[in-house]
């Protein structure tokens, strides 16, 4: 007989979400805390030097190594899909951008979708009580929480030549992209403390792990939700080194954390989701749900990549002797190339004139190597990614086979809807005309990709394909609502139909925040924490 553990809160994912929760039910000494991660820890130098984060997406480390299905809307392309695999899950691998979206993407998820208790006024305070701002302490900041907040330690000149730029094309300077307003270019805060990423692992778990009340396993794949009847009574897991599966039993909850592509699949893989279609899979249908695994979406970026006629980026310490300069400089001082996150400056602005958010985000990133581009410049580079906010494709996330370690069926379905190609295009058009501005032409010696011969807005979708990506911002596979197609309720978290099991990840963000990702994780965790322990809610 498989052995059988008990705790009262069973965690299934060690990512941003899972960290947090593991964190704060703990707090509790009367109960015990399970994190499962199916990742290994977190102990890799790569991961906590913050230029690490180009290193990460070139070797993969910490990820699960996920790519998309054909996008049929953009020439077939099969795109890279890299999700955290480690304690910290993305938090440990992103470029550590702390951005949370603006007021409307909350109040939209009140108003539009019926997601009661999560407009910007309710969620504003989890927001503050994670964060430790180095620099803002106001109505929309705090100082204190776990989060490290920074800025730039070092930012390079050219940096500060694209928010030049970017205001001779028209955007304001913005000096908080997290406060009154979104719109406007500048430098991004990070997630970065003391010149060392502040992932969700370092600011939250690490803390936690001395209590006595909290266990955590890591190397531990999850194959399946344990269900009596309509309740979740636990799940099935394979540890690392061990011979067989185990059961662990919850004694409260079953808390997925897996991220919006691991938690549908665990649940599919459980019997829950749309019947007819685990069936197929031989899959026995435990609990008809047909909105687990819909309603999948993310930001699409298109990328400019431009050749520099001098050594402004970083592009210049691929070189060894530089490459050991900058470490040096780093281990003595903590400043310098390795402080950077490589994406220093951007910023939010709109193309669609009847959209009351910004519908579009800039990353000014510092080489032309931090993006696959599928070939060495002979000089130094630059990349201006610019990724449309409020995507209106939707794809899905669907099982390939019932084997617990099979890859999912990813399908973000992109470009699927005309508004989505229409307003990306014109935010690319703006990315083109910002390296057009005085600031940069005397140090941009020519545009590589997509090149001066794709010029119409026509030949920029045929040849999308080469020149686009994910932001990996995946979201929604999982949405909370109160209609027939929601998967989790809003008011608890729980999976709709059943009791014992709740979802707290970016899974259930029923439209996608418009900015990275990390921050509005979190504080869906922070938020959660409170609701599952029956405590007030901040205000």
């Not at 000494?29 to 991660?37: A, C, D, I, P």
Request: proline share 5%.
């Amino acid at each position: 007989m498989p052995s059988v553990n008990a705790f009262d809160y069973v965690i299934v994912g060690g990512g941003s979400a899972g960290c947090v929760l593991a964190a704060r039910l703990s707090e509790d000494k009367s109960v015990t805390v399970l994190l499962v991660e199916a990742g290994s820890t977190d102990t890799h130098p790569y991961i906590h030097m913050p230029a690490g984060f180009a290193k990460l997406l070139e070797k993969s480390l910490g990820s699960w190594g996920w790519s998309t299905v054909p996008q049929k809307h953009v020439g077939n392309a099969v795109y890279s899909y890299p999700q955290g695999k480690v304690l910290g899950g993305s938090s440990s691998i992103n470029a550590m951008v702390y951005t949370r979206g603006n007021a409307w993407d909350y109040d939209n998820w009140a108003n539009a979708y019926g997601c009661e208790g999560w407009s910007y006024r309710d969620v504003l305070p989890y927001f503050k009580r994670a964060e430790d701002n180095q620099r803002l302490v106001n109505e929309f900041h705090a100082a204190g929480g776990p989060l490290g907040v920074s800025d730039p330690i070092s930012p390079l000149p050219i940096s500060l030549a694209f928010i030049r730029a970017a205001q001779e094309a028209g955007l304001p300077y913005n000096s908080d992209f997290n406060g009154a307003s979104q719109f406007g270019v500048g430098f991004y805060q990070t997630t970065i403390r003391n010149a060392r990423r502040c992932s969700a692992a370092v600011a939250y778990l690490r803390p936690a792990m001395q209590r006595k009340n909290l266990t955590v396993w890591t190397d531990c794949a999850t194959n399946r939700l344990i269900l009596e009847g309509a309740r979740v009574t636990g799940i099935e897991v394979v540890r690392k080194g061990h011979q067989r599966t185990e059961v662990v039993q919850s004694k409260r909850d079953v808390i997925l954390t897996a991220g919006a592509i691991g938690s549908p699949k665990l649940l599919m893989l459980s019997g829950i989701g749309d019947g007819e279609e685990l069936t197929k899979l031989d899959i026995k249908s435990t609990h008809h749900l047909p909105g687990v695994g819909k309603n999948l979406h993310d930001h699409f970026d298109l990328l400019l990549v431009a050749e520099l006629n001098g050594d402004y980026s970083y592009d210049k310490h691929t070189r060894l002797d530089k490459t050991m300069a900058a470490g040096l400089q780093y281990l003595l001082l903590k400043n310098g190339p390795v402080t950077s996150n490589l994406a220093e400056a951007g910023g939010f602005w709109r193309t669609d004139e009847s959209s009351t958010a910004a519908d579009v985000q800039y990353h000014f990133m510092l080489g032309s190597g931090v993006e696959s581009i599928g070939r060495k410049l002979k000089n130094c580079g630059v990349t201006l990614n610019c990724a449309h906010m409020l995507p209106r494709s939707r794809g899905t996330i669907r099982l390939s086979s019932k084997e617990p370690g099979a890859m999912p069926l990813i399908d973000p379905n992109f470009w699927a809807e005309e508004y989505d190609r229409a307003q990306l295009i014109a935010g690319f058009n703006i990315s083109r005309e910002i390296m057009r501005q005085e600031s940069f032409r005397t140090l941009v010696k020519s545009e590589v990709l997509p090149g001066p011969d794709i010029k119409s807005d026509a030949d920029i979708m045929k040849n999308a394909h080469r020149f686009s990506k994910t932001d990996y911002h995946p979201v929604g596979a999982c949405r909370m609502g109160n209609d027939k197609e929601a998967v989790v309720s809003p008011d608890t978290l729980r999976v709709n139909g059943l009791e014992g099991i709740r979802v707290c990840d970016s899974s259930v963000m029923p439209q996608v925040v418009a900015s990275n990702t990390n921050a509005a994780t979190i504080m869906i965790a922070e938020k959660s924490s409170d609701i599952i322990r029956s405590k007030q809610p901040l205000v």
